[in-house]
T-cell receptor, first 113, second 110 residues
Framework: SQTIHQWPATLVQPVGSPLSLECTVEGTSNPNLYWYRQAAGRGLQLLFYSVGIGQISSEVPQNLSASRPQDRQFILSSKKLLLSDSGFYLC????????????FGSGTRLTVV | SQQGEEDPQALSIQEGENATMNCSYKTSINNLQWYRQNSGRGLVHLILIRSNEREKHSGRLRVTLDTSKKSSSLLITASRAADTASYFCATGLGAQKLVFGQGTRLTINP
């Protein structure tokens, strides 16, 4: 069965520090991978998605970047965090067909102080 | 840009009652999906309805889709305390770039 792992669960980082959040998927190959951010009490904002190794599409210009070094690994990074980067970050995957839902990771709560 | 918009933003009902949430969207879609999110957790996929379908059932869930009105509804019958969560609709045109609404916060009172 397919599973998705996302870590860490919580993170407190000072302003100006770097960030690296990792997401890995098991039990499938060539998944579409996504990073979403959720502000408190709000909906999800799509940040990045990837349809293959090294292929990254950015949806919102910002202080973050994403990379996909391996087929089932998706990394969200920042060189210097801003206060506005605080939020709940969710990784998700789906197959190549448009008729299947997304499977989400358990999320990372990032607080920038 | 936000595609789906849920209504109401918050809903509080008694256990055993039915809960209905609505979603409106603006552009053409391939499918519409509903998700549940418990507080502080990831989202869980509930049901997907294709643009050529009008109604779909899954257990106590019933989803309708009216593409002419660009709207969908999610009905949860015989609600339970465990149904307390936020519910999101999401619209997709292809396999990528699912766009989520702001969600409905559902509270089931014992």
């Amino acid at each position: 069965s397919q599973t998705i792992h996302q870590w860490p669960a919580t993170l407190v980082q000072p302003v100006g520090s770097p960030l690296s959040l990792e997401c890995t998927v098991e039990g499938t190959s060539n998944p579409n991978l996504y990073w979403y951010r959720q502000a408190a009490g709000r909906g999800l904002q799509l940040l990045f998605y990837s349809v293959g190794i090294g292929q990254i599409s950015s949806e919102v210009p910002q202080n973050l970047s994403a990379s996909r070094p391996q087929d089932r690994q998706f990394i969200l990074s920042s060189k210097k965090l801003l206060l506005s980067d605080s939020g709940f970050y969710l990784c998700a995957w789906n197959g190549q067909s448009a008729n299947y839902g997304y499977t989400f990771g358990s999320g990372t709560r990032l607080t920038v102080v | 840009s936000q595609q789906g918009e849920e209504d109401p933003q918050a809903l509080s009902i008694q256990e055993g009652e039915n809960a209905t949430m609505n979603c409106s969207y603006k552009t053409s879609i391939n499918n519409l999906q509903w998700y549940r999110q418990n507080s502080g957790r990831g989202l869980v996929h509930l049901i997907l309805i294709r643009s050529n379908e009008r109604e779909k059932h899954s257990g106590r869930l019933r989803v309708t889709l009216d593409t002419s009105k660009k709207s969908s509804s999610l009905l949860i019958t015989a609600s339970r305390a465990a149904d307390t969560a936020s519910y999101f609709c999401a619209t997709g045109l292809g396999a990528q770039k699912l766009v989520f609404g702001q969600g409905t916060r559902l509270t089931i009172n014992p």
